[in-house]
């Protein structure tokens, strides 16, 4: 047996795993654990990192380290993703946790995100699908995988992301009408570049992954007084999701923070990545998407 862990720093929250793995490839889950730490904040196409948001995710770095480490873990593999990606710092940021937590962050492109999170995502999902489009919505970016089979067709990493669009788009709770207007034609445009699947589209099937879909699924079931729980291969209707980006447009900001199984630090930037996967939902066409929650953490270890 192997312990070893993985560490995903997002534009909008790091992710700690830590796993048990055999020799076959079996594993078994130690620790899972996430927090937002907003390091994409205020991050324009090629500026600098917020400094507070920076020194948020480097001490989250080091506290989940120090989890792992606690765990008698023989490796630690950490990726950075959109935000990193974009920040003209990035080199300084991760020279600085390399040399305070003892962590190698190595900023990978939104192809090899994309990559990842596909192997782990058919390897999850149960049956065979004959097109399967897989869709991360991240703080900075969406990643997107159309694949036939087991075989890409298309993978394409967008700039569109929770945070990202949200700053963009000046959203503010109540959400005004002008400007859910505006976050729909920012949702249009960003996906713009998505493969196109016209002719595959009503045999479609669509697999979510990432922190977005994985609140909107924890928030759904707080409305029906239920617990988080895992919610890996939770089926999604789009009817559900169109109903809850309404009831966040209608609510104040502190109502958003107070609904249940929601963390707080995520209330700012929901919305806009339920208005993403709106989107997504509404240009294929699909009457809903299954939630794989195994993202990039076990893409790193598993793949």
Not at 96 to 106: D, F, K, L, P
Request: proline share 5%.
């Amino acid at each position: 047996m192997a312990i070893r862990a993985a560490i995903d720093v997002g534009s909008n929250s790091v992710k700690l795993l830590v796993i048990d793995q055999d020799a076959t490839g079996a594993y078994r889950i130690l620790h899972d654990a996430s927090k937002v730490t907003g390091l994409g904040k205020g991050l324009g196409p090629a500026g600098e990192l917020d400094p507070r948001a920076a020194r948020r995710t480097a001490e989250c770095i080091a506290e989940f380290a120090a989890t792992a480490r606690s765990l008698d873990t023989t490796e630690i593999l950490a990726a950075g993703t959109s935000a990193l990606r974009r920040a003209s710092d990035a080199a300084q940021f991760t020279a600085r946790v390399a040399e305070q937590c003892g962590v190698a962050v190595t900023v990978i492109s939104g192809e090899e995100e994309a990559r990842l999170a596909r192997i782990i995502a058919l390897r999850e999902l149960p049956g065979a699908a004959e097109h399967t489009l897989l869709f991360d919505v991240g703080g900075g970016s969406t990643e997107l995988t159309l694949c036939h089979g087991l075989e890409v067709a298309a993978a394409q990493s967008l700039p569109l992301g929770a945070r990202r669009i949200t700053e963009e788009a000046g959203i503010t709770h109540p959400v005004p009408p002008a400007a859910a207007e505006r976050m729909a034609e920012l949702v249009a445009r960003g996906l713009a570049g998505a493969p196109g699947c016209a002719a595959v589209a009503p045999a479609l099937t669509l697999a979510g992954l990432g922190g977005t879909a994985t609140t909107m699924v924890w928030l759904m079931r707080g409305k029906r007084g239920e617990p988080a729980g895992d919610p890996h291969l939770a089926q999604v209707e789009t009817g559900a999701v169109r109903a809850l980006l309404a009831e966040l447009a209608s609510q104040t900001s502190d109502e958003v923070r107070r609904m249940p199984n929601l963390d707080p630090a995520r209330a700012d930037v929901i919305y806009g990545g339920i208005a993403i996967i709106a989107g997504l939902l509404a240009m294929y066409r699909a009457p809903g998407f299954t939630l794989v929650d195994r993202g990039l953490r076990f893409g790193l270890l598993l793949a």
